[in-house]
């Protein structure tokens, strides 16, 4: 088995195990993040190890793409900011059309919000994990404030979801003017004094 990360190769013993805890071990020293693998050419979605659970016999080469941790810091804020300022138009108008009568695209432009939320919050979750990020960040309090404004959303998807669920879209419509709007605003606000300089390279 050869595991390829960057321009290193290195031969490991098909065990998925040790498979794991060396590209780890790479990662850690280069203080990068894997974050697509390439198993036989092929790109793969799902978690490493579970992907080999039945093809670790016949696996050849893993190859990992990886990203600092800088870089990762920087296109996770980039695209949250971008979603945030790009999205607050469009819940303001679905708000609207909840208040009035919402068409076939009105719910689909909700469920793909509710994606997107989940995103948010599942970013930004990842981001809390990384060791290094106090010292990234050149604003650490103000993305401890994007994160508190951030777990918030979790009771106001809640809310939202009891809302469609019986079906009160004059509700729908209260939750997503008055509480996601002014949350997103807030978080864009927050992430636009880091975007320029959000990380020390």
């Not at 999205?87 to 695209?105: D, L, N, Q, V, Y």
């Amino acid at each position: 088995m050869i595991i390829k990360v960057k321009e290193q190769f290195i031969t490991c013993d098909n065990n998925i195990e040790k498979i794991t805890d060396s590209i780890d071990e790479i990662l850690n020293r280069e203080n990068e993040i894997g974050i697509d693998f390439i198993v036989d050419g092929i790109t793969i979605k799902e978690d490493l190890g579970i992907y080999l659970t039945e093809r670790l016999a016949v696996t050849k080469e893993i190859e990992v793409i990886t990203l600092t941790v800088q870089q990762l810091v920087q296109d996770t804020i980039n695209s949250a900011f971008t979603y945030l300022k790009n999205g607050t138009p469009h819940i303001r108008r679905m708000a609207s059309e909840f208040e009035m009568k919402p068409s076939a695209i009105t719910w689909q432009s909700l469920n793909e919000l509710f994606e997107g939320l989940y995103w948010l919050i599942d970013s930004m979750e990842k981001m809390n994990t990384l060791k290094s990020l106090e010292i990234i960040v050149n604003n650490y309090p103000a993305w401890n404030q994007y994160a508190q404004v951030t777990y918030n959303l979790i009771p106001i998807i809640k809310e939202l979801d009891t809302a469609l669920r019986n079906k009160n879209n004059r509700r729908i419509s209260r939750i997503l003017a008055k509480e996601i709007v002014p949350a997103f605003e807030i978080m864009a606000n927050i992430l636009y004094g880091l975007i320029s300089f959000s990380v020390k390279m």
